[in-house]
């Protein structure tokens, strides 16, 4: 049963892995809109940058762990 609950929170496809980087990105200008308005100026654009760059590098790390993960189960299957 655990199992099965647990295969729900795996990101199997490059689409479900897009979905995630999309959310992700939506919550990261969504605070970075909230750090602009609590610091205007240069530091609340620098916020803002630092949110969204941590969505380009999560985002980055998702679709390469996905692409290894393929290599890794085509190697299993060979074996």
């Not at 496809?13 to 308005?37: D, F, K, N, P, S």
Request: with cysteine; glycine share 10%; net charge positive.
């Amino acid at each position: 049963m655990f199992r099965k609950i647990g295969r729900l929170f795996v990101i199997k496809t490059r689409w479900e892995a897009y979905m995630i980087i999309y959310a992700l990105a939506l919550g990261a200008c969504a605070r970075g809109v909230h750090y602009i308005e609590q610091y205007p100026g240069v530091g609340g654009k620098l916020l803002f940058l630092a949110c969204t760059g941590a969505v380009f590098l999560a985002g980055a790390k998702i679709l390469d762990c996905l692409k290894y993960e393929a290599k890794e189960r085509e190697a299993e299957q060979r074996a």
